[in-house]
């Protein structure tokens, strides 16, 4: 299976959410074949865009989760609430928050551990920066953002993980990762996942790739194995590109399907 989450980010609002939504959800209209697609709106909108993905294959993401049930956490917003919600991923420890709310391996391992004790699916997104791509560090960089992050995590035999590899450079850089280069990180990705969850077996793991993903490339990261589905940003506001991208992703499924 593929997978195409779209993280909307703080892009569009509840009435562009849901209209976002509807055109979203008709670009898999007439398709044999459909990825798994995860609508991730801003929290004020989901509500709204659960009554529209309520009739459909797709699912409801959020861009954050708090790591307590309840409390005195003004602002924050737990997984149970996610879950009343309808909603069934959460993105955890994008990039955009570690730089700009300062979000901390600590505090991304926290909302794993929670998200994945309320059986929420993390989306967990991990990447490096240039510097550190350019100084050969992306492997160590992501080996440590992984470890961290799942620190004391456990997955039950039911449970999913989404690991999202998204070099921080390409991020609405316009400039995608290679796909070499995303290839033998998901490979690494997905052998520090067996190590870390050793009783889990693959059906558990998506290994997506995000960072720059458009019409025009997502097919080149799509149609190989190692890449189980794409986070896409920018390209998931522009109707036009996103139904590029769910065309590319229905036409490797298409070519996989056992004749
Ligand atoms: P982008 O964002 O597609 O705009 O590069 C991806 C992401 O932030 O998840």
């Known amino acids: 299976m593929k997978t195409v989450v779209a993280n909307w980010k703080m ?50 993401g959020a861009q954050n989760v708090f790591w307590e049930a309840s409390g005195p956490y003004t602002g924050e917003t737990s997984a149970r609430m996610l879950q009343e919600s309808g909603v069934t991923h959460v993105i955890i420890g994008h990039c955009e928050r570690r730089i700009h709310l300062h979000e901390t391996d600590e505090m991304v391992n926290k909302k794993i551990l929670h998200a994945l004790g309320e059986q929420l699916t993390p989306i967990l997104c991990v990447g490096e920066s240039k510097a550190s791509r350019d100084a050969g560090e992306a492997r160590a960089i992501v080996e440590a953002q992984l470890s961290s992050a799942l620190r004391g995590a456990r997955l039950h035999t039911q449970g999913r993980l989404f690991v999202a590899y998204e070099p921080v450079w390409a991020i609405g850089t316009g400039e995608s990762a290679g796909v070499g280069e995303v290839i033998e990180m998901h490979r ?36 190989e194995a190692d890449v189980d589905g794409v986070l896409v940003g920018t390209a998931s506001v522009k109707i036009n590109q996103f139904k590029e991208i769910i065309a590319s992703a229905a036409e490797v499924l298409e070519a996989q399907r056992p004749t």
């Open 188 to 223: 690494f990705i997905r052998s520090v996942l067996e190590h870390v969850f050793p009783d889990a077996h693959t059906g558990q793991f998506s290994i997506l790739y995000g960072g720059s993903v458009d019409g025009e490339n997502a097919y080149s990261f799509l149609r």
């Open 11 to 60: 892009n569009v609002g509840v009435r562009e959410s849901v209209a976002l939504a509807r055109a979203s959800l008709l670009t898999l209209r007439g398709r044999k074949m459909i990825p798994d697609l995860v609508i991730c709106p801003p929290f004020v909108a989901l509500s709204e865009v659960r009554k529209v993905v309520a009739r459909s294959s797709a699912t409801l």
